[in-house]
């Protein structure tokens, strides 16, 4: 039989060009039967085709016991194979991981040093803590190996086992250490454990405090580059801890910054000084602003001096890390930034576009914003860039190689050329949103002029990219403040936000509005492709309905509001639309009302007609939402139809039309509230929502409202079809039950006498006067009412504020409660002189109760705006992570700090354990039929530690392994010898199986 | 720590895929229609390499060495604007690439390791193949796949490096490969090379930063 090698496999694919994956399939089909072969090489070889193949993504975990028999092999070559075998494809969950058990041992006490390297290197890969606990005697005196080779790469794989089994550093750390401290200990061994305390220090830096005059040595001696790297890097985490030690760093830094030629150092340097806070730390000493100086310089020499876009990348890293604490600093360099922001690769850019929203502030917000926005003008929106979903699970197949690429071609760094990417739209997306959030800033404290913003925020309508087809993509962008929301929303947001903040500016914004509402505008205003900005469209009609007077041509906006084309917008868009217009067709009927004439009549009618030929279209929409709100209206509107044609003379217009309706929209102004105010209205005391206010209370409505039903009819119907001057009732909804009758004790015995039902008519317009709902009779034009807010009966009353119950509503008091403590930001200097304008705060109550999240942060007068309560997602544990959380817990100061571990954590600890041995019993039993044990007490070392926790484990493992615990009982030196013992014996035995498979 | 280890050639084909720490089980997946058993690590593994793919290939050679996380990564990540602070942690926030003729060298790593100092190791790495390849070019990683791993099994254990000079990589590699001289040379004669272009002076294909290092 002939086999192929890896070699023919290769080469048969690069000659089926075209058919691969069929090419493939056979293979694995032959490598299915090659590596079940008595031969061990066709095994090996099989072996490594498929792990060639499982990196084109060809499952292998089937082959995992084969792996398994070569790794066993005696040669060693194939040995590596099978290694490499499990370091590509075991996982810690692999099951015949634990048969390999005492293959590793073997290997790891192997004469040879290339086969004790092996199971050293392919550890960290599949290690487990069962596998750790049983493994770590073997491993831990590698350490002290006559070569070199072994112990650096046994002091790694130590740490790994660490990672899954902490216990492992209570036994390995002091001769990790003792590596350390050796200053005759070969560099190579040196560095690796340098590495290794690196990786430990982050984690719990207070254990290596120690280690400081050591390390400082190792940095004093500026022996390799690497080393001194990872030396920084760990003092930059001990600093923090011990400040004592900035004084001692500052000056072998500053040399080595200073007289260093790598590159690489110099910025470490740097930025350990940033992150350890050395600035601050020496601040004091005067030394600090110097070395301050020394870092900013050195790091804008990257940027500037040396062409080199990584350079430029990681300074502007580093800068980012300042500007948190420094932006003044930093500030400092803004020339050089604000040159990166133009940098043609777009990591840079994005950097440099993090810093610049780091260090934004009134007086360069307008020339970033303005580069930026250059930036994306010159670009053309790209709209076929693929949204890859992130999960693309066609599988790569190995390919024949293409005839362009010479694989043949030696590897040499490409030279840099400088061609112009066209901008992706994650970018434009990014820069969108930073612009959004560094104008929106404190409630638009940094805005110079905000007219010159609201054209901004008009641009970037037409800039904005294509929508992002699923929602969870957009937590790629990072600024999204609020999640789920798009761009598009965010900048009609902040467009409203403006118009009801900042009174001075609204007839500017509204005007915006029209501008973008007007169909005609929309090829100029929006982006010419995709419809990613439709959702400006909700919040630029609430504007143009909200705002109407300022409108320009609100014949116009009625037009566009009511086009054809606007019946196919999302239901949440149509139901602002909706809300909108009434609004505007209100406007245009009281300015027709001023010069009332035929014409003037057949123009409304005529448009009356149109919009409620809009309304009929919708209000039998799929959403239910929209429908409702359309057949309101349409009804609405019916009415005032009918009004219009009944009209008798033409000299006046109903009053239907001029003063009923537009009293729906008018009153109160909408005010910006802060989102946890709502929470903060204390409930008046005497309100007792326990007790029934009147015992009688459900047969009384009862009463009530058959009786009210008839009143209805007969009075509002009667009223309104023969007096017109009174209002008619759209709904006398029923609220009794949801009045709040807390101001007022109703009295509800008049309803027991129907002899006084005139006094009755007026409690009941009495109690509906706090109803929004409900629509006095009889008032004038001067009732103010507003769609959200309260409808007041102006029967010569004013508003009554007593009987909101609310402690300390402070309405039209403009009081900016800026972070900054600034309270005024157009108070601001500036270079020229800008209209001066006041942003509203949002409203709030100064009351003592403790808010629950963040009021003052969140700009929203919309309760349902998506502001999720504070608390961000638990984050899940990243791909490709390692968890290292057991090792939090753990601490390195042993022996004197042994006893921190209190009696309890440690019972619990045996109990896990033995919990886990059993497992492991357990699997072995069912994979093994032959009755191997667990080898509860293996590797007695000299180590006292070792042998006090397996004694103080031993009772529970007695019950599974009774041999195991007798030998752990026998004292170290008879231990050896029946581990030896039971080692042939189960060697024996491993044969035997291999033999029957 | 160093998570991973990815070769790749110019049309994303793998030749080196080397994870350090252990991808997530199926469970991670939002994917419910697809089976368990088909959502394995490779799988993951594959779609991780061809994201990674997908943004190094789209990058101007005039670009930096440094790629944003791809979504796989990110997927929860606090972002790197908010997160640049000195925290250090057990994602991996950082990956770097370097491109040599028909091959990408990627490194995906966490903050703990030094972004210029990776250049560097990847600059050895391939330093070290051309001295075990003599002029190596992509063929001879395809066909020298297990002295591919062992070289890097010399100078990354476990994610962590552990061997950053030249002549001991070199030497380490020889050692455990042994007798297998002849295997490569057979498969450059069924290759039919074309004229090999001088490689190892290679002073130009260094970075800046690496004058004082490598060689230490």
Redesign the interface.
């Known amino acids: 039989m002939f086999e192929k090698s890896?070699?023919d496999l290769?080469?048969g694919l690069r000659s089926h060009k075209g058919n691969e994956s069929e090419y493939i399939q056979g293979i694995l089909k032959e490598c299915r039967t090659e590596v079940r072969s008595q031969d061990m090489d066709v095994k090996a070889t099989a072996l490594?085709k498929l792990?060639?193949l499982?990196?084109?993504?060809?499952?292998m975990?089937w082959a995992s016991f084969h792996v398994l028999e070569v790794m066993s092999s005696n040669k060693?070559?194939q040995k590596?194979?099978g290694y490499?075998g499990a370091?590509?494809t075991f996982?810690?969950d692999t099951e015949v991981l634990m048969l390999a058990t005492n293959l590793l041992k073997k290997d790891l006490s192997s004469a040879s040093?290339?086969t004790m390297?092996l199971p050293?290197?392919t550890?960290?890969?599949v290690i487990t803590s069962s596998l750790a606990l049983s493994l770590l005697t073997d491993i831990l005196p590698r350490l002290s190996h006559s070569q070199p080779?072994v112990r650096?790469?046994t002091?790694?794989?130590l740490?790994?086992l660490a990672l899954v089994y902490p216990e492992t550093l209570r036994v390995a750390w002091p001769k990790i250490k003792e590596r350390l401290m050796d200053a005759d200990e070969n560099s190579?061994v040196t560095?690796?454990v340098v590495?290794?305390v690196?990786?430990l220090g982050?984690r719990r830096p207070q254990d290596f405090l120690p280690l400081a005059p050591r390390l400082f040595e190792l940095l004093i001696e500026e022996?390799?580059?690497?080393m001194l790297?990872k030396i920084i890097?760990l003092f930059?985490?001990l600093t923090p801890l011990e400040p004592r030690l900035v004084k001692k760093l500052v000056r072998p830094l500053t040399n080595l910054i200073q007289t260093?030629?790598?590159?690489?150092?110099l910025?470490?340097c740097i930025?350990g000084i940033?992150?350890?806070?050395i600035f601050s730390a020496t601040e004091n000493a005067g030394e600090g602003d110097e070395l301050a100086a020394l870092c900013l310089g050195k790091l804008r020499g990257m940027i500037v001096v040396?062409n080199?876009?990584?350079?430029?990348?990681?300074a502007l890293?580093a800068f980012?890390?300042i500007v948190?604490s420094y932006p003044a600093l930093v500030s400092a360099q803004q020339d050089v930034i604000m040159k990166c922001l133009d940098d043609?690769?777009?990591?840079?850019r994005?950097q440099a576009l993090?810093l610049v929203s780091g260090m934004v502030s009134t007086d360069n917000v307008a020339s970033i914003v303005k580069r930026l926005m250059k930036q994306l003008r010159s670009s053309p929106i790209n709209a076929n860039e693929l949204e890859?979903?992130?999960?693309?699970?066609t599988?790569?197949e190995?390919?024949a190689d293409?005839d362009g690429?010479?694989?043949?071609?030696?590897?040499?760094?490409?030279?840099?050329?400088?061609?112009m990417?066209p901008i992706?739209n994650d970018y434009r997306r990014e820069v969108i949103a930073r612009i959004l959030d560094m104008c929106g800033q404190d409630k638009y404290s940094n805005i110079p002029d905000f007219e010159w913003y609201l054209e901004i925020l008009v641009e970037l309508i037409r800039l904005l990219p294509p929508r992002i087809s699923s929602d969870t993509?957009l937590?790629?962008s990072?600024?999204e403040s609020v999640p789920g929301t798009s761009l598009a929303e965010r900048v009609g947001f902040q467009l409203r936000d403006i118009a009801v903040r900042v009174k001075d500016l609204r007839p500017e914004a509204c005007r915006a509005a029209e501008s973008l509402i007007l169909i005609s505008n929309r090829s100029a205003l929006y982006p010419p492709v995709g419809s990613g900005a439709d959702p400006v469209l909700g919040f630029v009609s609430w504007m143009v309905g909200e705002y109407s007077e300022y409108l320009v041509s609100p014949q116009e906006t009625l037009n566009a509001l009511i086009h054809d084309s606007s019946a196919a917008l999302s239901p949440q868009i149509l139901c602002s639309y909706l809300q909108a217009i009434p609004k505007v067709f209100l406007r245009i009927a009281a300015k027709a009302s001023d010069g009332w004439s035929l014409s003037e009549r057949a123009a409304i009618s005529l448009l009356l007609a149109r919009v409620v030929e809009f309304e009929e279209t919708l209000s039998t929409h799929p959403n239910l939402d929209v429908q409702e709100r359309a057949v309101e209206y349409l009804e609405l509107f019916r009415l005032v139809t009918e009004a219009l044609s009944s009209l008798q003379s033409d000299d006046r217009a109903p009053l239907l039309l001029t003063s009923v309706i537009p009293e729906l929209f008018t009153g109160l102004e909408l005010n910006p509230v802060a989102a946890g105010a709502q929470k903060k209205i204390l409930p008046p005391e005497e309100l007792d929502l326990a007790n029934s206010i009147n015992p009688r209370l459900s047969s009384l409505l009862q009463l009530s409202r058959t009786e009210e039903d008839a009143e209805f009819d007969d009075e509002a119907f009667q009223a309104f079809y023969n007096e017109r001057e009174a209002a008619p009732p759209v709904k006398a909804q029923n609220l009794k039950a949801s009045v709040p009758k807390v101001a007022e004790q109703l009295s509800y015995q008049a309803a027991e006498d129907p002899d006084i039902s005139a006094r009755r008519k007026a409690e009941k317009r009495e109690r509906n006067r706090d109803d929004p709902f409900y629509i006095a009779q009889g008032n004038d034009d001067s009732g103010r009412s507003s769609p959200i807010d309260i409808l007041r009966g102006s029967n010569g009353k004013d508003l009554d504020l007593d009987a909101i119950p609310i402690v300390d509503l402070r309405l039209d008091e403009i009081d900016i409660r800026a972070p900054g403590g600034q309270t005024e930001p157009s108070k601001q200097k500036r270079p020229k002189a800008k209209r001066r304008v006041e942003i509203a705060a949002d409203e709030n109550f100064d009351s003592e109760i403790p808010s629950s999240g963040n009021d003052s942060a969140p700009r929203s007068y919309e309760a349902g705006h998506a502001f999720p309560s504070g608390k961000?997602?638990r984050?899940?544990?990243?791909?490709?992570?390692?968890?290292?959380s057991g090792l939090h817990q753990l601490s390195l100061i042993d022996d004197a700090n042994a006893d921190r571990f209190n009696l309890q954590r440690r019972e619990e600890e045996e109990a896990e354990m033995a919990a886990a041995l059993k497992e492991v019993e357990r699997m072995r039993l069912e994979m093994q039929r032959a009755a191997e044990r667990v080898e509860t007490a293996e590797g007695v070392d000299a180590e006292g530690t070792v042998v006090k926790r397996k004694k103080k484990r031993r009772p529970k493992g007695q019950t599974e392994d009774a041999q195991g615990g007798a030998a752990a009982e026998q004292p170290p030196e008879e231990t050896a010898v029946v581990k030896k013992k039971k080692k042939k014996k189960k060697r024996s035995e491993e044969e035997a199986m291999r033999a029957d498979t | 720590m160093i998570n991973a280890v990815l070769v790749f050639n110019n049309s994303g084909q793998p030749r080196l895929t080397k994870f350090y720490t252990q991808l997530p089980g199926p469970h991670l997946f939002r994917f419910a229609d697809v089976s368990p058993k088909s959502l394995q690590d490779t799988t993951t593994q594959q779609s991780l390499l061809s994201q990674i793919f997908t943004l190094v290939s789209a990058r101007p050679a005039s670009a930096c060495n440094f790629l944003p996380l791809p979504p796989l990564l990110s997927q929860h990540s606090t972002s790197n604007s908010t997160s640049s602070s000195s925290d250090y942690s057990d994602a991996p926030t950082q990956i770097t690439y370097r491109h040599y003729a028909t091959l990408y060298f990627i490194l995906i790593s966490t903050s703990t390791e030094s972004p210029l100092a990776l250049l560097d190791l990847i600059q050895v790495f391939v330093e070290a193949l051309d001295r075990l390849f003599e002029n190596v070019c992509e063929l001879d990683l395809i066909f020298g796949f297990e002295t591919l791993h062992a070289v890097l099994g010399e100078m990354v254990v476990g994610g962590v490096v552990v061997e950053t000079g030249l002549e001991r990589i070199v030497e380490g590699v020889r050692a455990s490969e042994g007798g297998m001289k002849g295997k490569r040379r057979s498969v450059n004669e069924g290759a039919g090379m074309a004229a090999r272009m001088e490689v190892g002076a290679g002073v130009g294909w260094r970075g800046v930063w690496v004058r004082a290092q490598a060689g230490r």
């Open positions: 890896l070699y290769i080469r490594l792990i060639y499982e990196m084109f993504g060809h499952e975990s060693h070559l590596r194979v490499l370091a590509q996982r810690s040093i290339p390297s050293l290197i550890l960290p890969h080779v650096k790469k002091v790694v794989t740490y790994r190579s560095a690796a590495n290794v690196c990786e982050w022996g390799n580059n690497w790297i890097k930059a985490t260093t030629e790598a590159m690489s150092l910025y470490e930025n940033i992150q350890g806070g040396e080199d876009p990584n350079l430029k990348y990681v890293l980012n890390k948190v043609p690769d777009i990591s840079i994005m993090e890859d979903d992130g999960l693309d699970s599988p790569i190995p390919m293409s690429e010479d694989p043949a071609e030696i590897l040499i760094e490409d030279q840099r050329t400088s061609e990417p992706p993509d937590s790629n990072a600024v961000p997602p984050p899940r544990k990243n791909l490709l992570q390692v968890d290292s």
